[in-house]
Structure formats: C-alpha cells, structure tokens
C-alpha cells in the first residue's frame, strides 16, 4: 500500500485534508459547468458560507471561516489562490459513493485541468455494471486517461487480486490520482505518465477509458477530443486497444458524439472496425442530450445535439 511518507509535502498535506473531510462526513456531487456556473452566480452565492461552498462549490472564502485545521493543510499543499481580500481553493473535493475525489477547482480553465463531473458519475456506472454481470476474472487492467483514477479504483476495489495501471498524459491527474488512490486505502493501482497505452507491455483482461470529446478552441487536454468534433481520441483508443485486449478481454469506452442530420459517426466507424467474426460488441445512447451548451460554439453550427454513449467490444476466443 502507498504510504503517506511515499509522498511529497504537499500531496500529504492534500492527503490529510481529504481524511478530515471525510472524516466530518464531507460529500459532494460534481455538477456539470452549466449548473455549476448557474448556481455561483446567485446573490447569496457569491463568498462561500460553508465547507461544501469552498471545496465542493469553489466560491471564495474569508480566512477567518476556515477552521485551522483544513486552512494549514490548503496552504501547505500551496493549492490557496488570492482574491483580493479573500481566499479560494484551486482544488475541489466531489463524492462517488463512498470515495472521496480530489480534483481541479472551477472553473478549468487550465490546460491541465482535471476534470470531474456528470460524464465521472455515469462512466462509474458503466464500469459497475460490466464487473456486476461479466464472468470474466480479471487480471491486469488499465484505465487510459485516468483524470481523477475513478474507473482505476473501481476497478482495483472490485478485483483486490488485479493489477491495475492508471495512466495519462497529464502530471497533475497522475498526482490526483495517486492521492485519491491513497485515501481510498487501494493499494493495486500503479500510476504512470502514458499517451494511450504507448508505455506499457503486455495484454489487458480490461481497458477502460473516459477520453475528452469536445471539439475545444483551446485544445485544453483534459476536454479536446480532436478531429472535426472531438471524435478522434476516442476512435484512437478503439485502435489501440483491441491490439492490446487478452482473449476475453474487454474494452470499456464511455464517450460523447457529435450527432449531425442523425448521423452517429462514432457508430459508423465502430461498425466498419469492427465487421468480422474476431468481436462481440454492444454501443449504446447512455444520455441522448449531454452538454447542450457546446452547441454555441463555434465548429458545432450544424450539431443536432451531443449524446453520451457506451461501447463495450469483447476480444472473441
């Protein structure tokens, strides 16, 4: 198991804080930007009152709100902005059952933001579910684009025997995630800086993947997908990893797509991959209208609407 002394200063300090808060009964469900934005911009939400306001809602805080005990780890974990004459927290800290997530604070508008939200709650779900219903023992799985490490540790508490890798390109989700990993008590999950699954060996018993799928100006990892509109990451970790699934192996995709004049081009590029007798796959709509916002942007003037889906592809044989 990681030890806290495995860590440096200021990820202990961040450890320590997500014990007090869990300890206090702390939770926090994650919303999507648009709610997020619509519920700070209240007049009675503009300074937080509350802990749920600093660490789940990101509002600012005086300093003399904050009980000793949850300020001195903040500031030793240097994660404290300055605005004005108030402080806020550049992390957040959100619940799915009984974890506790640490994350980036909003809004992200960092390149290196990490991400957590809706689309965290219902990848969760699809992980759940497949390990609820799958006869398949697993042995060595890996979560591509780890974020917070959440299918990671799903995965890791559900198969204790397994030895599961969290990877990504992002250093700041790697030490989330080695923090989130070590508040969970999880001591099979083994973290590492990967682009898809260029830096490990081996087969997978189970890959999973919540990759970004937007199509995003900026091109903020944790959010552009590329391609026309977001699709390309996602069409990418189809093609990795199917070379990479062990007979029976499973992949796990949950991912967004662009729907145009009813056209799914996710699904039409699944179907012609995937023609052949070497695969059993299921795709599925998990929410048929996700982030209806986006459609404002620019590159999405003829977008109907953007639909979350699942795809789980099972390696015959």
Same mark, same amino acid.
């Given at each position: 198991?990681?030890?806290?002394?495995?860590? /440096?200063?200021?990820?202990?300090?961040?450890?320590?804080?997500?014990?007090?808060?869990?300890?206090?009964?702390?939770?926090?469900?994650?919303? /999507?930007?648009?709610?997020?934005?619509?519920?700070?911009?209240?007049?009675?939400?503009?300074?937080?009152?509350?802990?749920?306001?600093?660490?789940?809602?990101?509002?600012?805080?005086?300093?003399?709100?904050?009980?000793? =005990?949850?300020?001195?780890?903040?500031?030793?974990?240097?994660?404290?902005? *300055?605005?004005?004459?108030?402080?806020?927290?550049?992390?957040?800290?959100?619940?799915?059952?009984?974890?506790?997530?640490? *994350?980036?604070?909003?809004?992200?508008?960092?390149?290196?933001?990490?991400?957590?939200?809706? =689309?965290?709650?219902?990848?969760?779900?699809?992980?759940?579910?497949?390990?609820?219903?799958?006869?398949?023992?697993?042995?060595?799985?890996?979560?591509?684009?780890?974020?917070?490490?959440?299918?990671?540790?799903?995965?890791?508490?559900?198969?204790? *025997?397994?030895?599961? /890798?969290?990877?990504?390109?992002?250093?700041?989700?790697?030490?989330?995630?080695?923090?989130?990993?070590?508040?969970?008590?999880?001591?099979?999950? /083994?973290?590492?800086?990967?682009?898809?699954?260029?830096?490990?060996?081996?087969?997978?018993?189970?890959?999973?993947?919540? !990759? !970004?799928?937007?199509? =995003?100006?900026?091109?903020?990892?944790?959010? *552009?997908?590329?391609?026309?509109?977001?699709?390309?990451?996602?069409?990418?970790?189809?093609?990795?990893?199917?070379?990479?699934?062990?007979?029976?192996?499973?992949?796990?995709?949950?991912?967004?797509?662009?729907?145009?004049?009813?056209?799914?081009?996710?699904?039409?590029?699944?179907?012609?991959?995937?023609?052949?007798?070497?695969?059993?796959?299921? +795709?599925?709509?998990?929410?048929?209208?996700?982030?209806?916002?986006?459609?404002?942007?620019?590159? +999405?003037?003829?977008?109907?609407?953007?639909?979350?889906?699942?795809?789980?592809?099972?390696? =015959?044989?």
């Amino acid at each position: 198991m990681l030890l806290e002394t495995d860590l /440096s200063q200021a990820d202990q300090a961040l450890l320590q804080l997500g014990q007090r808060l869990r300890a206090d009964g702390y939770r926090f469900t994650c919303v /999507s930007p648009a709610t997020h934005a619509r519920n700070n911009a209240r007049d009675d939400a503009r300074q937080a009152t509350n802990v749920r306001d600093v660490f789940g809602w990101s509002r600012p805080f005086a300093p003399s709100q904050m009980p000793a =005990d949850q300020l001195a780890p903040l500031k030793r974990a240097q994660v404290l902005e *300055h605005h004005g004459g108030l402080m806020a927290s550049s992390v957040r800290w959100s619940t799915l059952d009984d974890l506790l997530l640490v *994350h980036s604070a909003y809004p992200t508008h960092a390149c290196d933001a990490v991400f957590f939200g809706p =689309d965290s709650y219902r990848f969760a779900q699809v992980i759940h579910d497949h390990l609820r219903h799958s006869p398949c023992r697993v042995e060595h799985a890996v979560d591509i684009g780890c974020g917070t490490g959440v299918g990671a540790l799903i995965i890791a508490r559900a198969a204790q *025997h397994a030895q599961v /890798s969290a990877v990504d390109i992002n250093p700041l989700a790697l030490r989330y995630t080695t923090i989130n990993a070590a508040l969970a008590g999880i001591n099979n999950v /083994s973290v590492a800086a990967s682009d898809l699954l260029d830096g490990l060996s081996g087969r997978f018993d189970l890959i999973v993947a919540n !990759p !970004p799928y937007m199509l =995003d100006l900026s091109a903020r990892t944790y959010r *552009h997908g590329g391609g026309a509109l977001g699709e390309a990451l996602s069409l990418r970790i189809i093609e990795q990893a199917l070379e990479r699934l062990s007979p029976r192996g499973t992949l796990l995709l949950y991912t967004g797509v662009a729907i145009v004049e009813g056209r799914d081009p996710l699904l039409e590029a699944v179907r012609l991959r995937l023609a052949g007798q070497a695969w059993s796959w299921v +795709y599925r709509e998990i929410d048929p209208d996700v982030f209806g916002e986006q459609l404002a942007e620019p590159g +999405y003037e003829h977008v109907e609407r953007i639909a979350a889906v699942a795809l789980t592809v099972t390696r =015959d044989g």
